[in-house]
């Protein structure tokens, strides 16, 4: 009989923004001014961030964040575009693809 310990952990999302839409992204963020101002900055922050969740045994799923959709999509679930919107972002990417993970 397996352990539980011998599951699998869930895979975990991480928001992702690429270099070039950075800037549009802290506009659109209502927390923007709460981010780093360089997007060098908060890729250091991100990666390490990732790279500790893989060090754990997490499977990561980096979700891009594109700033042209990304308010409408908040809108239409009911959200704001800032902390609260990305969390549901991702977690509705990474049930996408990985499905309920219990």
């Known amino acids: 009989m397996p352990h539980s310990h011998d599951k699998p952990l869930p895979a975990v999302g991480a928001y992702w923004i690429e270099e070039a839409d950075y800037p ?3 506009k659109i963020f209502d ?5 780093p101002r360089s997007w060098s900055e908060w890729r250091k922050i991100a990666e ?4 500790g969740l893989k060090a754990y045994g997490h499977p990561v799923m980096r979700v891009r964040i594109d700033p042209s959709t990304f308010a409408q999509w908040c809108a239409a679930h009911g959200t704001s575009p800032g902390r609260q919107g990305r ?14 993970q219990i």
């Open 87 to 100: 969390k549901m972002f991702v977690a509705a990417a990474v049930k996408e693809r990985y499905g309920d």
């Open 31 to 35: 927390d923007g001014n709460t981010l």
């Open 48 to 51: 390490e961030m990732e790279k």
């Open 24 to 26: 549009a992204a802290l």
